[in-house]
């Protein structure tokens, strides 16, 4: 498999570490949602916000075969970007600071770039092992 001098695990890439901090700040601000919200803006928002890093992991076991692992960082990518949705729709509803939903944010805009690089250089990761 490629040599990933910068990795041993999933655990220590930066954009996991990233999606994981995401996914806790939603946790934290979505438990003052309302109770009725529980169901639909709470429940969305943090299962989309906990599958960005389970998407990461699942890609890093996937790197033998490099479109199964492309697969991941997309899927990755597009839980963040509906992460964005109920983050923003938090917002709208005043559920969320603009300190707290600009955090939150930057954040998933920088684990979308991130995940574009890891499909963009799939080599670095994939191959055949040792």
Known sequence: M????HASSF???????KARQASRLVFEASK????????????QGRRAAWS???????????RRYGRHFVSKPTDADAEQLETQHWVETASDCGLLTAEQRD???????????????????ADQFCGEPD
């Open 2 to 5: 490629a040599d990933l001098r």
């Open 103 to 121: 955090r939150i944010l930057g954040l998933l805009d920088e684990v979308g770039r991130m995940s574009h690089s890891m499909m963009a250089k």
């Open 32 to 43: 003052s949602f309302p109770r009725e919200m529980t169901y639909s803006l709470t429940d």
């Open 52 to 62: 960005v890093g389970a998407q990461i992991a699942e890609a890093w076991g996937k």
């Open 11 to 17: 655990r220590d890439l930066i954009v996991y570490q």
